[in-house]
């Protein structure tokens, strides 16, 4: 699985971005997916997390009410909605798919895609 994201940019606090994360082959609809972030200097964390099947959402405590994940397994695509940004969640934001590993947990992921910069201003 290859997984390519997409929709970073510089975006001024309290806007909008959609980061999307296009994946390639034809078993997409099989794995979790996953939005993970990198600030400098600070470890990969969790943001959301969208299962395989049942579609249910897990989110981080910093970003629930205002990130909304979803997917569209026809596209092969998963989409991450992010509003009412704030300078903290400037960062390197990652895709990633999980194929049986939980989708809560860097370790649980096998693929990874190589990151979108979304940068908020003050």
């Known amino acids: 699985v290859q997984l390519v994201e997409s929709g970073g940019g510089l975006v001024q606090a309290g806007g909008s971005l959609r980061l999307s994360c296009a994946a390639s082959?034809?078993?997409?609809?099989?794995?979790?997916m996953g939005w993970f972030r990198q600030a400098p200097g600070k470890e990969r964390e969790f943001v959301a997390a969208?299962?395989?099947?049942?579609?249910?959402?897990y989110y981080a405590d910093s970003v629930k009410g205002r990130f909304t994940i979803s997917r569209d397994n026809y596209r092969n695509t998963v989409f991450l909605q992010m509003n009412s940004l704030k300078p903290e969640d400037t960062a390197v934001y990652y895709c990633a798919a999980a194929a049986n590993g939980s989708p809560l947990h860097l370790s649980g992921y096998d693929y990874w895609g190589q990151g979108t910069q979304v940068t908020v201003s003050s």
């Open positions: 082959g034809r078993t997409f609809s099989s794995y979790s």
């Open positions: 969208i299962r395989r099947g049942s579609w249910i959402t």
